[in-house]
């Protein structure tokens, strides 16, 4: 049987899902909440003395998107600029000290 490629399409994939394209669009509200909320300034600029605040700002999930953490969940957001963002995720441990990350959320009850 000989093979000539992979079938056509009638119609070019989309880039992007309606439901992504969705969830992009709540994201939006989400981050803007949350810059508010914190007016605009870095949650760990005084709880990490030895890191200077600099770069622009981020919305950081508290409990990540892969260990269970909701992206459009205001409160599991903060803002931290660029420099304490780094520093969290090279300092876990003393990160989850400070609050600024947690364990993931348990899934289920044992």
Do not use: F
């Amino acid at each position: 049987m000989k093979r000539s490629g992979p079938p056509r399409r009638k119609k070019p994939l989309n880039p992007m899902s309606q439901k992504r394209r969705a969830e992009l669009g709540i994201r939006k509200r989400v981050r803007e909440e949350v810059l508010e909320r914190d007016r605009y300034k870095c949650v760990a600029k005084h709880l990490v003395d030895d890191v200077e605040c600099w770069g622009p700002l981020d919305v950081d999930e508290v409990i990540p998107r892969g260990r269970g953490g909701d992206w459009l969940d205001p409160d599991n957001c903060q803002v931290l600029c660029r420099a304490h963002h780094d520093w969290k995720h090279l300092h876990p441990l003393e990160a989850t000290t400070l609050g600024l990350t947690r364990p993931a959320r348990r899934l289920w009850d044992p």
